[in-house]
């Protein structure tokens, strides 16, 4: 059976969410995509198994149509960081652009603007180098920092710190990653 988040079976659940103005939130598992055996370490493993999962359904919800269907649901994707977003948002472009309106048709607009327009959120690390440039191509409203607390790899206590220390971006961009952007995920207003 090939099932992924944007697969029909899901949609009364994003029904039920979009009504009560809360939020869906991603987050992978460290294995890899189904029926995946090559990992041979944990390295291997929690190296590309959450991100490539998120992929996948990334793509599923957003050529699934599900923020098309339905507009007021808020998606965030956690725990992956953010500099695989404009690379995937390109790709997923390019192929829509080429095929969407046969294979994806419930994908009205192209990947990115949904990205860039819609009500997706996505995580970063504190340290992630592509932060700004990522900042640079989906905007500033989408991004929430991550703390990854109480992992075994979280650099907890020093999360927000990592952030604030930051010259490479603004204080206004420091101030809703750190605060703004996840009020609003979450449905609380932003005073």
Same mark, same amino acid.
């Given at each position: ?54 992929? @996948?359904?990334?793509? #599923? /919800? ?8 339905? $507009?007021?649901?808020?998606?965030? =994707? ?56 990522? @900042?640079?191509?989906? #905007? /500033? ?8 607390? $109480?992992?075994?790899?979280?650099? =907890? ?35």
């Amino acid at each position: 059976m090939k099932e992924h988040l944007g697969s029909e079976t899901y949609w009364p659940i994003y029904e039920e969410l979009q009504r009560l103005d809360v939020p869906f939130c991603v987050h992978n598992r460290r294995e890899g995509p189904r029926g995946e055996n090559r990992f041979d370490s944990f390295l291997f493993m929690h190296t590309i198994g959450r991100p490539f999962e998120t992929i @996948i359904q990334f793509a #599923g /919800l957003i050529y699934g149509g599900v923020p098309e269907a339905f $507009p007021r649901l808020r998606i965030g =994707f956690m725990e992956t960081g953010v500099g695989w977003i404009p690379y995937w948002m390109e790709r997923m472009d390019e192929e829509w652009e080429k095929r969407g309106s046969v294979e994806a048709p419930d994908c009205r607009q192209k990947p990115s603007e949904y990205v860039k327009h819609g009500n997706l959120f996505f995580s970063t690390e504190p340290e992630e180098e592509t932060l700004p440039y990522v @900042i640079d191509r989906i #905007g /500033l409203d989408h991004i929430m920092f991550a703390s990854d607390y $109480p992992h075994w790899d979280s650099i =907890f206590p020093d999360v927000v710190s990592t952030i604030q220390r930051r010259e490479d971006i603004t204080e206004d961009a420091k101030r809703r990653i750190l605060g703004e952007n996840a009020q609003t995920f979450y449905g609380r207003n932003v005073d």
